[in-house]
T-cell receptor, first 113, second 113 residues
Framework: AQTVTQSQPEMSVQEAETVTLSCTYDTSENNYYLFWYKQPPSRQMILVIR??????QNATENRFSVNFQKAAKSFSLKISDSQLGDTAMYFC??????????FGGGTRLMVKP | DAGVTQSPTHLIKTRGQQVTLRCSPKSGHDTVSWYQQALGQGPQFIFQ???????QRGNFPDRFSGHQFPNYSSELNVNALLLGDSALYLC????????????FGPGTRLTVL
């Protein structure tokens, strides 16, 4: 069974600054994928970034990047130049071989003007 | 390119009733997964449909059932509704031969009174 843990229920950051959201996971599989999803108040779950476990290089997507530490089973999300529109719930998730997503409990991020 | 769509947006039912939720996958996708998201929590995997068959199932009772049609759209049925079934129900689609990213619909908010 897979588990995903997000230890920060809430975080806040000033507009234009950088914030890092933490995530740890546990899996017995060798091939897996990790994701960060964003869920704004509109409730649509939006893909932010994904990482293939077999890739050493950390994924980046514009202002979003990850720090993937495979041995430590850690997968943090860094948001640079935070914008008001980044305010949302952020969920870390892992995908197993059966194509089933396991989500963490979420981190509520508030970007302050 | 149409994304994942779900209907209805909101639904109010009473205990003991039955409900059917609908999902149309993103264009080109053939696999549909359903998730239940209770208030303030991360989504929980219910089941996944591919080639009109249930391929994976999470820890949900048999009151939860589904169906996939030849056009890849899907239904989630819940019988004998309980108060605890009140949640946001999310549908996600993917293409089995691709990179396994699941794209989510806007969800159906079910309230059981």
């Amino acid at each position: 069974a897979q588990t995903v843990t997000q230890s920060q229920p809430e975080m806040s950051v000033q507009e234009a600054e950088t914030v890092t959201l933490s995530c740890t996971y546990d899996t017995s599989e060798n091939n897996y994928y990790l994701f960060w999803y964003k869920q704004p108040p509109s409730r649509q779950m939006i893909l932010v970034i994904r990482q293939e476990a077999y890739k050493q290089q950390n994924a980046t997507e514009n202002r979003f990047s990850v720090n993937f530490q495979k041995a430590a089973k850690s997968f943090s999300l860094k948001i640079s130049d935070s914008q008001l529109g980044d305010t949302a719930m952020y969920f870390c998730a892992s995908l197993n071989a059966g194509n089933m997503l396991t989500f963490g409990g979420g981190t509520r991020l508030m970007v302050k003007p | 390119d149409a994304g994942v769509t779900q209907s209805p947006t909101h639904l109010i039912k009473t205990r003991g009733q039955q409900v059917t939720l609908r999902c149309s996958p993103k264009s080109g996708h053939d696999t549909v997964s359903w998730y239940q998201q209770a208030l303030g929590q991360g989504p929980q995997f219910i089941f996944q449909y591919y080639e009109e068959e249930e391929r994976q199932r999470g820890n949900f009772p048999d009151r939860f059932s589904g169906h996939q049609f030849p056009n890849y759209s899907s239904e989630l049925n819940v019988n004998a509704l309980l108060l605890g079934d009140s949640a946001l129900y999310l549908c996600a689609s993917t293409f089995t031969a691709s990179t396994d990213t699941q794209y989510f619909g806007p969800g159906t908010r079910l309230t059981v009174l």
